[in-house]
């Protein structure tokens, strides 16, 4: 990535910039999530990089899947304390 494709940095604000509509149509709490999701993504930027998707946002999706099952695992443990 750099010179001929974009960093996945870059690709992540992209993506996001894309969103802006939809993020603005959501009720408060909602964008609050939505933008969790975004930040999530780019937490694990760097596993996305890896990722050579023909569909970049398939590798944002997934990095923000893997930041949910994360929480979702802490909560659970806290649930067990």
């Known amino acids: 990535m750099g010179r001929t494709l974009p960093t996945i940095i870059r690709t992540l604000q992209i993506e996001k910039e894309d969103w802006a509509l939809f993020r603005r149509a959501l ?5 609050e999530a939505f933008d969790a999701l975004w930040r999530s993504a780019r937490r694990h930027a760097a596993p996305a990089s890896m990722a050579s998707r023909a569909v970049p946002l398939e590798s944002v999706f997934m990095a923000m899947l893997v ?3 994360r929480r979702l695992a802490e ?7």
């Open 67 to 69: 930041g949910l099952a």
């Open 75 to 81: 909560l659970e443990v806290d649930l067990q304390e």
């Open 27 to 31: 009720r408060r709490e909602d964008q």
